[in-house]
Each structure stands twice: as structure tokens, then as C-alpha cells.
């Protein structure tokens, strides 16, 4: 059963560094999202992506964050300073013409 | 603004005893409504879906939720629990109007199995 894979599980980095996560989505898929679930708080929506550039974006999407599909596979999450506050579990999610998405394992970042 | 709510934070449960968690929505009009799970260390699962038709829907694990459009309710129910089941469920709102069908979650139950 295809699924959503991301990369990697854990990363650990200092405040004001850059990161960036990675995702794969279902190969068929359309629609990419990137989600956030900060310790013990809910799943958050950060970013929605659709023919090659933003949809629709939260609050929490800031001038910090970036979405890529460099190609036809990879979809990754850059966070270009990060701080502190940025500490959670990064999800990525795809879907196809349905709404229902699928939702990959998560990174969990940690900012030092 | 679109909210869910999971009035539960924490629900424990015996072995073979059935289950309910509660969720309610709050839209202008139907939205699609989900209930993922996410185990320990793990990904959100979709257990099921409603987007129209039958109120009452199947998913996997045995898992069934129906919606009740009077009440804004999608609450989820299993007759039999499992340890297995033990895990945090959300609850999700998706495909509102003008969204590209980015979902609200509540804000999760965590389901603990008693032996």
C-alpha cells in the first residue's frame, strides 16, 4: 500500500539554523500539506500546496518558512532560522481528488 | 472561524467494554469530517470518513462514527475495545468552503486500556 514517507525522523538543531524536512507523497497525489503538533498541543495546519505553489497558508507560516517540490517526488519544508518555539512534530500529508489526506510518520524537530 | 471540539481529554476504558469519544464541529454548513488515530511515536492513521449519504460510517479496527448534523456531532464508537485501541484519536473538519481541504483537529483523546 503506497504511503507517505518523510526524512528525517528526528533532527536536532541550534537556534538560527536551517533546516529543512523532507517529504515523499503518494505518487499519484495533488495535494501536499504540512502540518505541526507542537508536545502534548494539537495538529495545526501550516501550509496546503497545489500546482506548484501555495494554496493557502496559517498564521503560523510566517516569512521563516518555505515549501518546495523540487521534483516530481520530493516536497520538503525549509525553516530558515529557527527558534525555539519551532520545537514539534512536523507532518507532511498528501491527497488525491478526495479530501481524505494521508499523513506520513513526522520529523520531530528539536531546537537547542 | 471552523473549531472542533473534544470535550475528553482522557478516557479509560476496560478490555471488551465499548467505547464512545465525542466530538463537535462548528460550521456554517456540512463539512467532511475525519477521525484519525496516532499511536505513540507514530502518524495520524484515518480510521474513517463522512462526506455525505449514510450518517453512519464503517471504518477499519471496527471502528464506526455517526454523524448527526442536529447536535454538529461526529462521534466515534466501538463495541469492543481492544488494548490494541489504546492510542490518541482526533477528531478533524475538513474541506470547508473556499479551503484546498486543510483540516481543523480538536484537540485529541487519549484512549488508555484497562486489562
Known amino acids: 500500500e503506497p504511503e507517505v514517507t518523510q526524512t528525517p525522523s528526528h533532527q536536532v538543531t541550534q537556534m538560527g539554523q536551517e533546516v529543512i524536512l523532507r517529504c515523499v507523497p503518494i505518487s499519484n497525489h495533488l495535494y501536499f500539506y504540512w502540518y505541526r503538533q507542537i508536545l502534548g498541543q494539537k495538529v495545526e495546519f501550516l501550509v496546503s500546496f497545489y500546482n506548484n505553489e501555495i494554496s493557502e497558508k496559517s498564521e503560523i507560516f510566517d516569512d521563516q518558512f518555505s515549501v518546495e517540490r523540487p521534483d516530481g517526488s520530493n516536497f520538503t519544508l525549509k525553516i530558515r532560522s529557527t527558534k525555539l518555539e519551532d520545537s514539534a512534530m512536523y507532518f507532511c500529508a498528501s491527497r488525491a481528488d478526495s479530501y481524505e489526506q494521508y499523513f506520513g510518520p513526522g520529523t520531530r524537530l528539536t531546537v537547542t | 472561524a471552523q473549531s472542533v471540539t473534544q470535550p475528553d481529554i482522557h478516557i479509560t476504558v476496560s478490555e471488551g467494554a465499548s467505547l464512545e469519544l465525542r466530538c463537535n464541529y462548528s460550521y456554517g454548513a456540512t463539512p467532511y469530517l475525519f477521525w484519525y488515530v496516532q499511536s505513540p511515536g507514530q502518524g495520524l492513521q484515518l480510521l474513517l470518513k463522512?462526506?455525505?449519504?449514510?450518517?453512519l460510517v464503517q471504518g477499519i479496527k471496527g471502528f464506526e462514527a455517526e454523524f448527526k448534523r442536529s447536535q454538529s456531532s461526529f462521534n466515534l464508537r466501538k463495541p469492543s475495545v481492544h488494548w490494541s485501541d489504546a492510542a490518541e484519536y482526533f477528531c478533524a473538519v475538513g474541506g470547508y468552503g473556499g479551503s484546498q481541504g486543510n483540516l481543523i483537529f480538536g484537540k485529541g483523546t487519549k484512549l488508555s486500556v484497562k486489562p
Open positions: 463522512y462526506f455525505s449519504g449514510d450518517t
